[in-house]
């Protein structure tokens, strides 16, 4: 079983829909927890960190279900400029802290 | 906005030839990586220093791929040889620290094609 596992995508969805993406670990010690976006040929750039309680940014809501080792993202009101591929990443802390990076769900909004 | 400087942005070698990237973090932080990502997967960990040390390189094939980062600012990986299956982006990326709060602030990477 992969250590982080996303819903396989391609996600196409129209302006203005509401999207949601899933996304599971399998480390119980997982400390932090990240969605990330990562737009064609170009590197990754955090979108919003995952809280327990759950977070909001503007359109985007992320939220942390650590009992069922389960992370979510909506993006609510799609816009053309979503268009991008989200990377649910998980941090292991520790000694080593280095972040386990799912394969990455693909969006695609159309007009 | 201080940036994660990498070079080349992109290569193209054939096999059995050596090659290396360079990557430059942002100035103060002393955690630096290395990810290599192909085409469709997300980012794997090779390399990991904190300054100039080593932290984790278990996921690194060190039979061809050397990683140094000699001053604790700088680092380069080597490939040599290549292989056609080290085609990939190779990302470089920095943290103030080893600490959960810490962003990770990704480079622009460098796209390698091996022929």
């Known amino acids: 079983r992969k250590e982080v596992e996303q819903d396989p995508g391609p996600f196409n969805v129209p302006e203005g829909a509401t999207v949601a993406f899933n996304c599971t670990y399998s480390n119980s010690a997982s400390q932090s927890f990240f969605w990330y976006r990562q737009d064609c040929r170009k590197e990754p750039k955090l979108l919003m960190s995952v809280y327990s309680s759950g977070n909001e940014d503007g359109r985007f809501t992320a939220q942390l279900n650590r009992a069922s080792q389960y992370i979510s993202l909506l993006i609510r009101d799609s816009k053309l400029s979503d268009s991008a591929t989200y990377l649910c990443?998980?941090?292991?802390?520790?000694?080593?802290?280095?972040?386990?990076f799912g394969k990455g769900t693909k969006l695609s909004v159309k007009p | 906005e201080a940036e994660v400087a990498q070079s080349p942005r992109y290569k193209i070698t054939e096999k059995s030839q050596a090659v290396a990237f360079w990557c430059d973090p942002i100035s103060g932080h002393a955690t630096l990586y290395w990810y290599r990502q192909i085409l469709g997967q997300g980012p794997e960990l090779l390399v990991q220093f904190q300054d100039e040390s080593v932290v984790d390189d278990s996921q690194l094939p060190k039979d061809r791929f050397s990683a140094e980062r000699l001053k604790g600012v700088d680092s380069t990986l080597k490939i040599q040889p290549a292989e056609l299956g080290d085609s990939a982006m190779y990302l470089c990326a920095s943290s103030l620290a080893l600490d959960y709060f810490d962003t990770q602030y990704f480079g622009p990477g460098t796209r390698l094609t091996v022929l």
């Open positions: 990443v998980v941090f292991h802390g520790g000694s080593q802290g280095n972040l386990i």
